[in-house]
């Protein structure tokens, strides 16, 4: 009998060692929560989590979106989503028969979409229960319907480009000024932009929205570029849109602006062709003349005059190259004539075509000087000193005014040829 004793004694005292002096129902921290059909949370729900119903992207602070019964359920220690607090919030009820606590959204719901890209959320408990002080933790996904609430937003107001005149074809912008689109929406996978504004080059450039950055998913790149050779005329404005891929379809403008680069662009004369009028030249001629166009207009480049630019004047005699300079300054080109002689003032009017070569571009226009009539004949001269000069005056200024008048209605080419005959 003593033995039969002392073996149940020991086998109690090795029982309790392994135990560590309590059963594993007695581990066990004693929190109790309650589905809705009144059921507990299985050990599998504490560990594997719950998820409940979804709830709107558009949820006001202060919704309660889920109640829960508990026991033994003191309070709650903490809660966070992601490791933030200001999305929900959890608290137990107070005034209640029974023993509950609640989820709410919080104030900071509102910016959820902004910084996070979960379509659920993950909240995370940490309980107090009754017994011992112990803790218990659970994690209740809440799924989020996106209603594409947001609209894109560009990340400048505007994109500026300055660039030099012609642009080639598949010219890419983005080096200078990357088009950018932010859509904070959940399920928004891609952005589509567009660009309008100008009849003639609508078709003119290709836009195409890319992946999101790596740096931030909801940040939309674009890669823009030419589609053909541009060659604006003045600083000119377009469209931008960006439109997103959710339903319904949320769309938002910008603009583009493009500002010629004149310094550097390719060369180009603010005029087809300048007309120096020496009709009025007194006989007792200076040696030099520095040509004054109609107009009072300055040969002048009005883009490309940066770097470099050569000048020179073409379609004259080996002659008349003799008694022309040009010179420059800065976009200002000058020409002077010298050696005025009778013979040379005598071929009434004398063309020339003046290029600008920049590099391996190239603008020209077109040089048109009307000469006085100068006599051969010295008695006429001498004659003509006390005579008055109204019929000559007259008729020079009728050539003057069918020179303008032949340049507009029939074009430049034409009369530059009938110089060119008519000298030889």
């Not at 709107?56 to 033994?72: C, Q």
């Not at 009849?199 to 570029?225: Q, S």
């Not at 319904?248 to 009028?277: G, H, L, M, Q």
Request: net charge negative; aromatic share 12%; charged share 30%.
């Amino acid at each position: 009998m003593k033995l039969l004793f002392g073996s149940f004694a020991a086998l109690y005292i090795f029982t309790l060692l392994i135990s560590g002096g309590h059963s594993e129902i007695d581990e066990k921290p004693n929190c109790v929560i309650f589905h809705e059909n009144g059921e507990a949370f299985s050990d599998d729900d504490w560990d594997r989590g719950i998820e409940i119903d979804q709830i709107d992207d558009i949820t006001p602070a202060g919704t309660i979106i889920k109640i829960f019964k508990t026991e033994n359920i003191p309070y709650v220690y903490t809660s966070s989503v992601n490791g933030k607090y200001s999305y929900l919030r959890v608290r137990e009820s107070e005034g209640k028969d029974e023993d509950e606590f609640y989820i709410k959204i919080d104030d900071g719901f509102s910016e959820y979409e902004e910084y996070e890209t979960e379509e659920k959320m993950t909240l995370s408990i940490e309980f107090e229960c009754s017994k011992d002080y112990t803790h218990r933790n659970i994690d209740i996904r809440i799924p989020i319907r996106d209603t594409n609430n947001h609209s894109p937003k560009f990340l400048k107001w505007a994109y500026k480009y300055k660039v030099p005149m012609p642009l080639p074809k598949n010219f890419v912008f983005d080096t200078i000024n990357q088009i950018v689109a932010r859509d904070v929406d959940l399920t928004n996978k891609a952005i589509d932009f567009a660009i309008k504004g100008h009849d003639k080059y609508n078709k003119a450039f290709l836009i195409t929205g890319l992946e999101p950055t790596k740096e931030d998913k909801k940040n939309y790149p674009a890669r823009f570029e030419t589609s053909m050779t541009i060659d604006f005329e003045e600083d000119t404005a377009f469209i931008l849109t960006a439109t997103d891929s959710g339903e319904p379809r949320r769309t938002k403008a910008s603009s583009i602006n493009f500002v010629i680069d004149k310094a550097n662009s390719f060369p180009r004369f603010s005029e087809p062709v300048y007309v120096a009028d020496l009709t009025h030249l007194k006989y007792d001629k200076p040696d030099k003349i520095l040509l004054r166009f109609l107009g009072d207009k300055n040969i002048t480049l009005d883009r490309g005059y940066e770097r470099p630019v050569n000048f020179s004047l073409t379609d004259l005699s080996e002659e008349n190259k003799k008694h022309f300079e040009v010179t420059s300054s800065g976009p200002y080109v000058y020409i002077e004539i010298n050696g005025l002689t009778d013979k040379f003032l005598n071929q009434v009017a004398i063309s020339a075509v003046l290029t600008a070569t920049k590099e391996t571009a190239r603008a020209h226009t077109a040089i048109l000087v009307v000469l006085p009539e100068v006599s051969d004949k010295t008695e006429e001269s001498t004659e003509s000193v006390g005579k008055p000069s109204t019929e000559d005056d007259s008729a020079n200024g009728y050539m003057v005014s069918t020179i303008i008048l032949s340049l507009t209605s029939v074009g430049l080419l034409g009369y530059v040829i009938y110089f060119h005959l008519y000298r030889r």
